[in-house]
């Protein structure tokens, strides 16, 4: 299984964006993707994932207002849509795939990372 980020960028406060994350290489199905990000000089932090077989999420605390994790079986890829975005926001953002939780350690496949940055 390959992972490919995609839909980073620069925006404003308080504007959107929507992270992708396509799967490649076999069936999904037995995992969980999660999403996770890391700032500068910090550690990576979860932000939210998905259960692959039946669609059940969870959300950190300081995004489940204002980011939605889902994803398209026909397309094999999953998304983080991300609004009301803030400065401390900013990071790179990886997808990954695995057994699922809120750690690292729960994911054994990343991909590469795609970086957001929200101006003020």
């Known amino acids: 299984v390959q992972l490919q980020a995609s839909g980073g960028g620069l925006v404003h406060v308080g504007g959107s964006l929507r992270l992708s994350c396509t799967v490649s290489g076999r069936s999904f199905s037995s995992y969980a993707m999660g999403w996770f990000r890391q700032a500068p000089g910090k550690e990576r932090e979860f932000v939210a994932n998905i259960r692959w077989t039946d669609s059940n999420t969870f959300s950190a605390d300081s995004v489940k207002d204002r980011f939605t994790i889902s994803r398209d079986d026909a397309r094999n890829t999953g998304y983080l849509q991300m609004s009301s975005l803030k400065p401390e926001d900013t990071a790179v953002y990886y997808c990954?795939?695995?057994?699922?939780?809120?750690?690292?350690?729960?994911?054994?496949?990343w991909g590469q990372g795609t970086q957001v940055t929200v101006s003020s």
């Open positions: 990954a795939a695995g057994p699922g939780g809120l750690l690292t350690t729960g994911y054994d496949i």
